[in-house]
């Protein structure tokens, strides 16, 4: 079974500035999904950046990046140039690619604070 | 493109009640996930419905069930209720194959079990 493990539980960080968001993972596959989701307090989960495992190029969508260390099983975010509107829960969730089914298994988040 | 639409949004029942949610996906999605999220136990995940038919299951026991009818929408009953049911519960859709990878989360039916 896949596990993550998101080893920060929460995290703050100056606006403008940069924060990096720590996420390991444990699978015995070799082609899966991983992903970071916002969770703000609204509740409703978004995306904010995806990664897939045989692609060795790091993800990145504005703002946000991640550094994936596929040996390390390591899935790092780093936000650059932080905004209030960046402070919710993140997840970190993987998905496996073989065959067909949607479950997603997420570690336990990270509440990042956005101060001025 | 409408989101991902779960009803109702808040509910409180008493234990020993049962409760149905209902989850209508994003158009043209055929995969609906359920997830339970909770302060305790973070987001477990419940099952996974994908043209009509459960395609995965978490470990939860036979209380939680659901279903998906032939327009994708998707319901979670739980049956006899207990205090540790409190939780949020999540619906997500996808398009259901495996090339594409993410889910479309929506907001969520808080249920307060008293």
């Known amino acids: 079974a896949q596990t993550v493990t998101q080893s920060q539980p929460e995290m703050s960080v100056q606006e403008a500035e940069t924060v990096t968001l720590s996420c390991t993972y444990d699978?015995?596959?070799?082609?899966?999904?991983l992903f970071w989701y916002k969770q703000p307090p609204s509740r409703q989960m978004i995306l904010v950046i995806r990664?897939?495992?045989?692609?060795?190029q790091n993800a990145t969508e504005n703002r946000f990046s991640v550094n994936f260390q596929k040996a390390a099983k390591s899935f790092s975010l780093k936000i650059s140039d932080s905004q209030l509107g960046d402070a919710a829960m993140y997840f970190c969730?993987?998905?496996?690619?073989?065959?067909?089914?949607?479950?997603?298994?997420f570690g336990t988040g990270t509440r990042l604070q956005v101060t001025l | 493109k409408a989101g991902v639409t779960q009803t109702p949004r808040y509910l409180i029942k008493t234990r020993g009640q049962q409760v149905t949610l209902s989850c209508s996906p994003i158009?043209?999605?055929?995969?609906v996930s359920w997830y339970q999220q909770t302060p305790g136990q973070g987001l477990q995940f419940l099952f996974e419905?994908?043209?009509?038919?459960?395609?995965n299951k978490g470990n939860f026991p036979g209380r939680f069930s659901g279903r998906q009818f032939s327009n994708s929408r998707s319901e979670m009953n739980v049956s006899t209720l207990e205090l540790g049911d409190s939780a949020l519960y999540l619906c997500?859709?996808?398009?259901?194959?495996?090339?594409?990878?993410?889910?479309?989360f929506g907001e969520g039916s808080r249920l307060t079990v008293l």
């Open positions: 997500a859709s996808s398009l259901g194959v495996a090339s594409t990878g993410e889910l479309f």
């Open positions: 699978t015995s596959e070799s082609d899966y999904y």
């Open positions: 990664q897939e495992a045989y692609k060795q």
């Open positions: 969730a993987y998905r496996s690619a073989t065959g067909t089914a949607s479950k997603l298994t």
């Open positions: 158009s043209g999605h055929r995969s």
């Open positions: 419905y994908f043209s009509e038919t459960q395609r």
